[in-house]
């Protein structure tokens, strides 16, 4: 009764008392303090709009989409209800690492607002976070000291109107997926703007550095994986180009570092009012199909469907993926090995969203759900 409870107040507008929905009147919107509200309230409160909870004044180009609760609402369906979370600790299929513990908590509310991506930084150690507060992306040392804000909210060049994805190129280089102005925009390692590419692009979304500093983006409207080359110290874009097509609506995206095999994650539609499912499709270096497992095809052989919401690749080649059915990481396995399903963290997360791994092999979640970067290893 108590999570139903706790459902039903999350998924309605603390004013109107509405339940959220894809309508422009019932979309839920972030406010610049944090707190939501339907589209349908902002519009009344305006134009001098404050927030009815902590009073602080705002205008309505200052809101966004709060992009959990609509991927929260369309993972739901009409049924209104999460699958059930697979068995605490099993697994099932080949090796996996040793168990996670809690390191470290970044971030959190008041920090970071609607948090979407998240990225290692190769050189320092450290890690990027693109999220949708006044400074869009944030660089953290490797202690957790936030060193760098930038990226303003905003049209001008080196500002972010709607980040969607984060990755750090081998020079230290930040890279993000503006789904704003359909584009991807590098900032060198002080925040300066230094390139932004807009040609080609109907919504990119997910992203990720090759070994050589090349970034595979995937493009979740035009249903294709972009490979692109820049010279960043210079500002200059060599070449980007369709590497796949014919994808279902690809979002994140990973590389591994040793075989340059590249992990998809699309997400199906289903037929109706149906929620849709997700598969990760793993490609070549040369973006031939390697092995690929959907959310059926689980559910067929484990009884425990996903919806992935972002991929890693580990030190050995297996493939991590996010879960917000189960609020879970899970090892997939090495693509020879498919399917595999090995929950590699079962408790306390809310809404993961992101994932990678940093230098010394400790995992990197971020949650959205608790606004919050949560790093786990194996000591």
């Known amino acids: 009764m108590e999570d139903d409870e706790a459902e039903l107040s999350l998924l309605e507008c603390r004013v109107c008392f509405e339940r959220y929905g894809p309508s ?65 600790g099993s697994s099932i299929g080949g090796a996996v690492p040793a168990g996670f513990r809690l390191r470290r908590c970044l971030g959190g509310w008041g920090s970071l607002l609607n948090p979407a991506g998240v990225s290692a930084c190769p050189g320092s150690g450290g890690l990027a976070v693109a999220h949708d507060g006044e400074r869009r992306i944030h660089v953290f040392d490797p202690s957790g000291l936030c060193l760098r804000r930038f990226g303003a909210r905003g049209d001008a060049g080196g500002e972010v109107r709607y980040p969607l994805d984060v990755a750090v190129t081998p020079d230290g280089h930040v890279v993000v997926t503006d789904g704003g102005d359909r584009a991807v925009k590098a900032f060198d390692v002080e925040g300066r703007g230094v390139l932004a590419v807009r040609e080609g692009f109907c919504l990119p979304w997910g992203l990720d550095a090759t070994a050589t500093g090349e970034l595979m983006l995937t493009d979740a409207e035009a249903g294709a994986l972009f490979r692109l080359t820049a010279d960043f110290p210079r500002g200059e874009l060599r070449r980007c180009q369709r590497a796949r097509e014919k994808l279902a609506s690809p979002r994140a995206v990973a590389v591994c570092r040793t075989s340059g095999n590249v992990a998809v994650v699309e997400h199906l539609k289903a037929p109706g009012a149906r929620k849709g499912s997700t598969r990760v499709k793993i490609l070549s270096a040369e973006m031939e199909l390697i092995a690929q497992v959907d959310s059926f095809g689980l559910d067929l052989v484990f009884h425990s469907s996903i919806h992935a919401t972002a991929v890693a690749f580990d ?14 990481v899970i090892c997939l396995g090495k693509p020879k090995e498919f399917p595999v399903f090995n929950p590699l963290i079962s408790h306390g997360l809310s809404y993961p969203v992101g994932l ?12 959205s759900g608790d606004y919050a970067i949560k790093i786990y290893s194996t000591a």
């Open 24 to 88: 422009v009147p019932r979309r839920p919107l972030n406010l610049p303090c944090g707190h939501v509200l339907c589209g349908g309230c902002v519009a009344a409160l305006a134009p001098r709009l404050e927030c009815p909870f902590c009073r602080r004044p705002c205008g309505p180009a200052s809101t966004s989409e709060c992009r959990p609760l609509l991927q929260l609402l369309e993972l739901l369906g009409p049924s209104g209800r999460l699958a059930p979370a697979p068995g605490s």
């Open 315 to 328: 030190r050995e080649g297996r493939v991590v993926v996010t879960d917000v059915c189960s609020q879970a």
């Open 356 to 367: 990678t791994y940093m230098a010394d092999d400790s995992l990197v979640v971020l949650d």
